[in-house]
């Protein structure tokens, strides 16, 4: 079955940039995610790239999909202690199916 | 526009009683799911309606669990008998047809959850 898998924990120095890694099984996945949940809030998507792409860039954010290796990561550059949540990678079959997440990875940012 | 909403935010209940959660969704999207947050077991998914067609119930952990979407609109997730293992964060999603105008087709907006715990 599909399987998306994250490391649980990161923890950086407000300034530094972060990298938080995702890999996934299913090779049709067409469309992968990064969502970000604060404490005590719901989800919001931070970015997602399509299965054709190496690289998306947004700002501070860098996505790179290396579809081969079924290995998605998102550099943060600059991390902010308002960055600090945790972050689910996700990916779907299609823009418009259920999305199949990791299990989140706590990023935590000290000053 | 308003985003998301389920009520109520938080629900607290015995074992064995039954529970209703409720979303609102986006207005003038189609699509809507329920997924369900819980220790251990990170995002899964529930239940996918989108528009008319029949629902995606491929996600729903037991025959407990059902959810229906009255008018295209409003979702109620009715959990039956809960147990103590139903205790989680229910989240609740909703995302556009192509085409409407300033929003993103490949994003699922989320409600800030329901948070059920069962005694």
């Known amino acids: 079955g599909e399987d998306v898998e994250q490391s649980l924990f990161l923890s950086v120095r407000e300034g530094d940039s972060s990298v938080i890694n995702c890999t996934y099984t299913d090779s049709s996945s067409t469309y992968l995610y990064w969502y970000k949940q604060e404490p005590g809030a719901g989800l919001q998507l931070l970015t997602y790239?399509?299965?054709?792409?190496d690289m998306k860039q947004d700002q501070r954010l860098t996505v790179l999909l290396n579809k081969k290796d079924k290995h998605l990561s998102l550099r943060i550059a600059d991390t902010q202690t308002g960055d600090s949540a945790i972050y689910f990678c996700a990916e779907s079959m299609t823009g418009y199916s259920t999305l199949t997440f990791g299990k989140g990875t706590m990023l935590l940012v000290s000053p | 526009g308003a985003g998301v909403s389920q009520s109520p935010s938080n629900k607290v209940t015995e074992k064995g009683k039954d529970v209703e959660l409720r979303c609102d969704p986006i207005s003038g999207h189609t699509a809507l799911y329920w997924y369900r947050q819980s220790l251990g077991q990170g995002l899964e998914f529930l239940i996918y309606f989108q528009g008319n067609s029949a629902p995606d119930k491929s996600g729903l952990p037991s025959d407990r669990f059902s959810a229906e979407r009255t008018g295209g609109s409003v979702s109620t997730l009715t959990i039956q008998r809960t147990q103590q293992e139903d205790s989680a964060v229910y989240l609740c999603a909703s995302s556009s047809p192509p085409g409407l105008a300033g929003v993103s087709s490949y994003e699922q907006y989320f409600g800030p959850g329901t948070r059920l715990t069962v005694t």
């Open positions: 790239i399509f299965s054709n792409m």
